[in-house]
């Protein structure tokens, strides 16, 4: 069996790691994004899986466009192609070329989150349920026959971070507990019912700011739902603020949504629509990140009570 992996952020690690460990001598090569350069320096970084894969002295290739350039791809002769966070849309040439088929896991209950941000939606979007699914792929998005599925609770603790790790430990689990039944033609095969279908397309700019005319709840979601990468955002004194961290308070205040109607020992205390929000770890305008109560000890409570975040 010839197997070739297609992934390249670290949620597509772990998944690769589980490969190397049943199936090294199976795997005759890993596709992943080009790699890119990075910081003030533009220091050309590799892929996360590129790095593994690398570790283990697996072939790697890096087409820049795959739709275009995918002969290398075919001529590893694959009997499967496993993908996981690829990045980009795959041909119908290779998706017809393996023996078992393109496999891919998927981080949400599908046909729920369809798309490239399916852990920051299921957090922002206050699922309390997601998980991981793998199935068969097809031309579009996420639309591929289902063919196991395993469930991941999201708790009020969680954030990006720790879901996508959760998650990224159980989609290692489920495909090596599926690809037996694949390989032997026993697998079952589930279609998508299109009318559950919901989406989770990747993070724009402007929905990293935060809306304090919303609920406690939604601003919750959505800070905890982009820590720490890309973080949620909004602009104070004309200068963005990043936030990583907050509680849902059950006092009310008056005020305009965005007012810092409070300072506590903990943090900064903002208006929203039904109530207030705790702000306990924030990134100050060229600063590093930080508890909100390490910056508070340097910023006076009178000077902030009364300002708005816009």
Do not use: W
Not at 13 to 40: A, E, F, M, T, W
Not at 152 to 159: G, M, Q
Not at 233 to 252: P, Q, R, W
Request: charged fraction near 25%.
């Amino acid at each position: 069996m010839r197997i070739v992996f297609m992934g390249t952020p670290d949620f597509a690690v772990g998944v690769l790691q589980g490969l190397i460990d049943q199936y090294h001598d199976n795997i005759v090569g890993v596709v992943s994004q080009p790699d890119k350069r990075v910081g003030r320096h533009q220091i050309l970084v590799p892929t996360p899986v590129k790095e593994l894969a690398l570790k283990y002295q697996i072939p790697v290739l890096q087409p820049i466009r795959i739709r275009e350039d995918f002969d290398d791809v075919l001529k590893l002769n694959p009997d499967i192609i496993i993908t996981c966070a690829y990045g980009q849309i795959i041909p119908k040439e290779i998706l017809d070329y393996p023996k078992y088929g393109c496999i891919n896991v998927h981080a949400s209950l599908l046909p729920k989150l369809r798309g490239g941000a399916p852990i920051h939606k299921a957090i922002i979007d206050d699922y309390r349920v997601t998980g991981v699914t793998i199935m068969y792929m097809d031309t579009k998005m996420d639309t591929g026959d289902m063919i196991s599925k395993v469930e991941v609770p999201i708790l009020d603790s969680d954030n990006l971070e720790s879901l996508h790790d959760k998650l990224s430990v159980a989609g290692e689990k489920l495909l090596l507990e599926t690809l037996p039944s694949i390989l032997d033609g026993t697998a079952r095969r589930e279609k998508q019912k299109e009318e559950d279908a919901t989406f989770a397309y990747n993070i724009k700019r402007e929905e990293e700011h935060v809306d304090f005319s919303k609920t406690s709840r939604e601003v919750f979601n959505l800070i905890r739902g982009l820590s720490p990468i890309p973080s949620a955002n909004a602009i104070l004194d004309g200068l963005e603020m990043k936030f990583y961290a907050s509680e849902i308070l059950s006092k009310t205040y008056s005020g305009s949504f965005g007012e810092i109607v409070d300072v506590t020992k903990k943090g900064i205390v903002v208006k929203t629509l039904d109530g207030a929000i705790l702000i306990t770890e924030i990134k100050p305008f060229g600063k590093k990140r930080m508890l909100a109560s390490s910056y508070l000890n340097g910023v006076s409570s009178e000077s902030l009570l009364g300002k708005v975040f816009q």
